[in-house]
């Protein structure tokens, strides 16, 4: 596609539950990025991929949250019983190569968890 | 630490000059980028300067950097209403394999008719 694609784009949940989020990055980018952004801050990093391996998941806040990315392209943000604590966007973003001058964001996928 | 900041607000006149300023703390960034985004959209890169520059111009958008007091500011001439939008600095980060963004939290412009 010609930008970063996230599904779906709004994601409501009851609290304890499992989600799945989904990014497509641009293709032929080699890294890719999670972010979640709360209400009134910037952006916080999760997790950075670099092509199938997570090569930096220090941000991910706990044992909750995992991310996968098995074919260098696809990647899943995966949460766990989830806490009204995670509802935030969730930004995907994608770079030719590590240590590239732009990186694409997608939409973004806002849950809610309830 | 990893710290970025901005101030949360800032209104201005169509017209006229806006100024975002920012603040960060890692001396190592390679590049600093300012990003806008509009209400319910992601994020837009805007424009960004390589650490060893102190100064890129981009159209209506000049950026500024002071390395040495670690301060980076972003104008925008003539200024418009469909400038109106959250301006978020970022720096990057490199080490042990890692390749990462840090943002500070937000300025908010609003741009007056």
């Known amino acids: 596609g010609a930008g970063v694609s996230q599904t779906p784009s709004n994601k409501v949940t009851e609290k304890g539950k499992y989600v799945e989020l989904r990014c497509d990055p641009i293709s032929g980018h080699t890294a890719l990025y999670w972010y979640r952004q709360s209400l009134g801050q910037g ?3 999760l997790i ?3 092509g199938t391996g997570a090569a930096d998941d220090s941000g991910l806040p706990n044992d909750r949250f995992f991310a996968v990315r098995p074919e260098g ?5 995966k949460i766990q019983r989830t806490e009204r604590g995670d509802s935030a966007v969730y930004l995907c973003a994608s770079s030719f190569d590590r240590g590239h001058t732009e990186a694409f964001f997608g939409q973004g996928t806002r849950l809610t968890v309830v | 630490g990893e710290d970025v900041e901005q101030s949360l607000f800032l209104s201005v006149r169509e017209g006229d000059s806006s100024v975002i300023n920012c603040t960060y703390t890692d ?4 590049y600093l980028y300012w990003y806008k985004q509009e209400p319910g959209a992601g994020l837009q890169l805007l424009t960004y300067i390589f650490s060893n520059m102190d100064m890129k111009q981009d159209q209506r958008l000049t950026v500024l950097l002071n390395k040495k007091d670690k301060h980076l500011s972003l104008r925008i001439a003539d200024t418009q209403t469909g400038d109106s939008a959250i301006y978020f600095c970022a720096e990057s980060l490199t080490y042990s ?3 990462k963004y840090i943002f500070g939290t937000g300025t908010r412009l ?3 008719a």
């Open chain 2, 27 to 30: 001396s190592s960034s390679t």
């Open chain 1, 43 to 45: 952006p916080e990093f």
């Open chain 1, 73 to 77: 392209s696809v990647s899943t943000l």
């Open chain 2, 110 to 112: 609003k741009v007056l």
């Open chain 2, 97 to 99: 394999g890692t390749y």
């Open chain 1, 48 to 50: 950075y991929f670099q």
